[in-house]
């Protein structure tokens, strides 16, 4: 990055009071859950897809409608059933009839929306979840042979219940190592519900009125990708995927003993990514370690594969990335600054 591509201190407030307005909406419309509405800025910034998982009605639908609103973008939601299929995703060819003449003209199906919600993915089969797959990664479908762009921008926000509900199909690993984050959403306490009965009849949430548009949005994508990644903190993330597997330099004994993949490429970049929006949010021209420590254990936690006696255990996914995160800034502090 040259020196003319550098953020100057107008750009980052600029930057920084845009997020904030996507903040203050979320928090407005979803009360008592101001870390969970951040990280999905944080996602929505850098242009990352979302995997919400809580139990039914905790408001994830309600964060995802929100922010649809607060963006002022098109919104599409697709309730999964067992018994959805593909083409009800993505859409297919339909038999019409146009100046006489009898041909198969395509029919765009809800994917094509600027922000889809995935309502509930796990119930549906893993062969419809993976309809998905291709518009999450390359951002078009093929039908029959064709491919249809998808409009920019373009994120999936998904919702699922815990595999331990009836009726859920897990995501298989390809799928989950497209969202950028896997956030929990946890239940608010009674201080927030009080202020709830109070203020919101039947629970409605107050309307989400438009704070972007799409030549804000595309100015707030401009000012992310021109924060700094610095050598030094661009080697701090790829050392934690590093240490996600096994054979990593640095790995700590819970991923020697418990896990059987760790964390792709896919992961590294998405760290990065989300690490520059955090750091915009934040008002700062450049990425630190402390914006990788705030976004790593979101995009780690559900790309890692811990075997059969990590299971057996009582490891899963995010423990595993805690510990990582814990043994490779340790690391860091050891070495001398011109090496960390």
């Known amino acids: 990055m040259s020196t003319s591509d550098l953020l100057s201190p107008d750009d980052v407030a600029r930057g920084q009071a845009l997020a904030q307005g996507l903040l203050d909406g979320l928090n407005q419309r979803l009360l008592g859950q101001e870390q969970l509405v951040r990280l999905t800025v944080v996602a929505a910034l850098a242009r990352g897809h979302v995997l919400l998982e809580g139990l039914p009605g905790l408001g994830k639908t309600e964060l995802v409608k929100g922010l649809a609103g607060l963006l002022g973008l ?63 990664q390359e951002r078009s479908v093929t039908v029959l042979g064709t ?48 202020t709830l009965l109070r203020d919101r009849r039947r629970g409605k949430p107050p309307e989400a009125h438009a704070v972007s548009d799409h030549a804000r949005l595309t100015e707030l994508f401009g000012l ?62 450049n990425v630190g370690f402390d914006d990788v420590n705030a976004v790593a254990p979101h995009a780690l936690g559900h790309r890692i594969v811990v075997d059969y006696r990590g299971r057996l255990d009582g490891v899963d996914g995010p423990a595993v990335a805690a510990a990582v995160l814990d043994a490779v800034s340790e690391l860091a502090e050891a070495l001398p600054p011109e090496v960390a």
């Open 224 to 285: 992310v990708d021109r924060i700094f990644l610095p050598k030094a903190v661009a080697s701090y993330a790829a050392r934690i995927v590093d240490a996600t597997h096994p054979d990593g330099i640095g790995a700590p004994d819970i991923v020697r003993s418990s896990v059987r993949y760790g964390a792709s490429p896919r992961a590294a970049i998405g760290i990065a990514e989300a690490a520059r929006a955090h750091a915009l949010l934040a008002g700062r021209p």
């Open 147 to 194: 491919t249809h762009e998808l409009p920019d921008p373009f994120w999936v926000l998904a919702t699922q219940n815990p595999i331990e509900l009836e009726g859920t199909f897990p995501l298989p690993e390809a799928q989950l190592d497209r969202f950028l984050f896997k956030l929990s959403v946890h239940r608010v306490g009674a201080d927030t519900l009080t």
């Open 74 to 136: 098109d919104f599409a939601r697709i309730q999964f059933t067992p018994d959805l299929l593909p083409g009800d995703i993505t859409g297919g060819q339909v038999l019409e009839e146009q100046d006489g003449q009898r041909r198969f003209v395509f029919h765009k199906g809800p994917v094509f929306g600027n922000l889809v919600l995935a309502d509930e993915i796990n119930r549906a089969s893993p062969r419809t979840q993976s309809a998905l797959l291709e518009a999450m």
